[in-house]
């Protein structure tokens, strides 16, 4: 989404509110947000995606739409609509503002700074080993302090919703559709942090065909992963038998969304994930399942979030 950067998505977050009564989702869209311009492309309709079963069928969609003068949320009762669907409307949203919605939901929608924080220089070289044959676990290092997202910022589309909505366990994913014609096109994908960076990068078409996807249509793209990640593993020696963990792996990394327990306290980690909040090192956590072993980014968390509604900081 280099070219329209409103309907980029970049991340996404679940994880439990102070009080352990409530379940924050927040979705990052539009990764180049500019002072006076729209922060939501008005051709599109961004949806937070809340599965309640492994089919993706029973649940929630949140969607958002530019309306020019204010941002419309919206509810579908269903996970997993058709492209394009909106549901009915909760109320309309100002930027910058909280908005108190029907059923006990908190919603905000704005410019704010990109929470975010990843060592992009080192995984670009990782990426160069990898295309020569080979892996330097110092790469990390070498590249530490370098956070290319430090001073941007995002739109989060963040809401609070009451767990009493939920049930006991959830499956989230987002999702960006635009007008095609007198039809819909979904363009943009996000669940689990760096997945298509990591997995497909070579491939544009396979990226766009990911975006393209849902959870319950993902199995084709297994074989990519598993070799990614077999490939990453091989290099890295990590493993007595890449392969075989690279298909684990694929396995347990598709459908790629974010699993979490409802009420509990959220941790994306690499042995049992269970939501992700804003302090996570998603770049860490991704890394050791792709390379094998415990990696870190070697980089510092700059803090760009709070404890309390909306977890943002407004930019």
């Known amino acids: 989404m280099r070219s329209n950067p409103k309907l980029g998505l970049t991340d996404l977050y679940v994880f439990n509110a102070p009080g352990n009564a409530s379940t924050v989702f927040i979705l990052d869209a539009n990764f180049l947000p500019k002072p006076g311009e729209d922060l939501l492309d008005r051709a599109a309709v961004y949806n937070i995606h809340c599965a309640t079963d492994d089919s993706f069928k029973a649940g929630l969609t949140w969607n958002f739409v530019n309306q020019g003068d204010h941002i419309a949320c ?6 997993n609509g058709a492209v394009g669907a909106k549901g009915r409307e909760l109320g309309r949203l100002t930027p910058g503002k909280e908005a108190k919605l029907p059923g ?5 929608v704005g410019r704010a700074k990109d929470p975010f924080f990843g060592n992009s220089p080192g995984l670009g070289a990782f990426r160069a080993q990898l295309a020569q044959g080979k892996y330097d676990p110092e790469v990390w290092a070498k590249a530490s302090g ?3 997202f430090l001073g941007r910022t995002c739109c989060p589309l963040v809401l609070e919703v009451p767990n009493a909505m939920l049930g006991k366990k959830v499956s989230a994913f987002g999702t960006v559709a635009v007008k095609d014609g007198s039809g819909w096109k979904q363009v943009q994908y996000m669940g689990k942090p760096l997945m298509a960076h990591s997995m497909l990068f070579e491939d544009e078409d396979l990226k766009a065909a990911f975006d393209a996807s849902r959870p319950d249509k993902q199995k084709e793209f297994h074989n990519f992963f598993s070799a990614r990640i077999a490939r990453s593993a091989h290099f890295a020696a990590s493993r007595p038998d890449p392969f075989a963990y690279g298909d684990e792996m694929a396995s347990r990394l598709l459908p790629d969304v974010i699993r979490y327990e ?5 941790a994306f980690v690499a042995a049992n994930p269970n939501g992700r909040k804003l302090s996570d090192d998603g770049m860490s956590t991704s890394l050791t399942w792709l390379i094998g072993k415990p990696t870190s980014q070697h980089l510092k968390d700059p803090v760009n979030y709070t404890g309390t509604f909306p977890f943002v900081i407004p930019a």
């Open 74 to 79: 919206l509810q579908m009762d269903e996970a």
């Open 146 to 148: 370098t956070n290319i």
């Open 262 to 266: 409802v009420g509990t306290e959220a």
């Open 104 to 108: 006990g939901i908190r919603a905000w």
